[in-house]
């Protein structure tokens, strides 16, 4: 009745968001950034160095923390503007599908650039798995594999948009090949904002993901005796 969706998924509660279970899921989010570098180093070379920062900016709105509400009232939530990756070439853009496990990426593709999300932002898997993209990226649009974006509505420093990832990928449940994370789905998702400003300390993302690269360059570089 009223296009109201039948499913338990819909409507079973999920219960609020403890400290430790957010330390657990923002580390798991992290984890799956630097997953992405190791296995293609050359993303570092293209991270947003204002990621997580620029949307500092004083004429955006403050998040309104402690509230409870659908995901849209947080976030625009946007398809994937890109079709299948076969149809394009290799180049320095990361391409989003549903089918990746390194942060929802599959390969590094040459831009289009009306596809282009160049603000980074948070990408949503077909069967509901969130991954923070702190670099432009491109999103498949069309078929099974479709990937829904999530565009901040308010600033948000790298800890609170962590915060909405974890608070997406608890509710990973909710979503399964019968019941896929669509436009609709996505949107209406409950979900709560943190409770306080979530303050970001030491070193940006971007500077974490060069000193990473580094650090694992430096590794894997084998001297020899001359």
Sequence with gaps: ????????????????LSEDEFKDLRREAMRGIFEAVTLMPDLADVVLTNFGV??????????????QGKLSEYFDVVNGRSIGEKNYIEGTIPYISSGG??????SLIDPVPEEI??????????????????????????????????LPKYKMSLNE?????AEINRQQWRF??????IKGRVSSLEVSAPTRVLIDCGKTLSERIRIFR??????????TKS
């Design 1 to 16: 009745m009223n296009n109201i969706e039948w499913s338990p998924q819909q409507w079973l509660p999920q219960p609020k």
């Design 54 to 67: 620029a949307n500092k900016d004083t004429n955006s709105q403050e998040l309104p923390y402690g509230t």
């Design 101 to 106: 496990s390194t942060n929802s990426i599959v």
């Design 117 to 150: 999300f160049d603000q980074g932002g948070i990408t949503i898997t077909a069967f509901g798995k969130a991954a923070l993209q702190p670099w432009e990226f491109m999103a498949r649009g069309n078929g099974g594999s479709s990937v829904r974006v999530l």
């Design 161 to 165: 948009l962590l915060w909405f990832v």
């Design 176 to 181: 399964f090949y019968a019941r896929m994370a």
């Design 214 to 223: 580094e650090q694992l360059e430096d590794l894997v570089y084998i001297e």
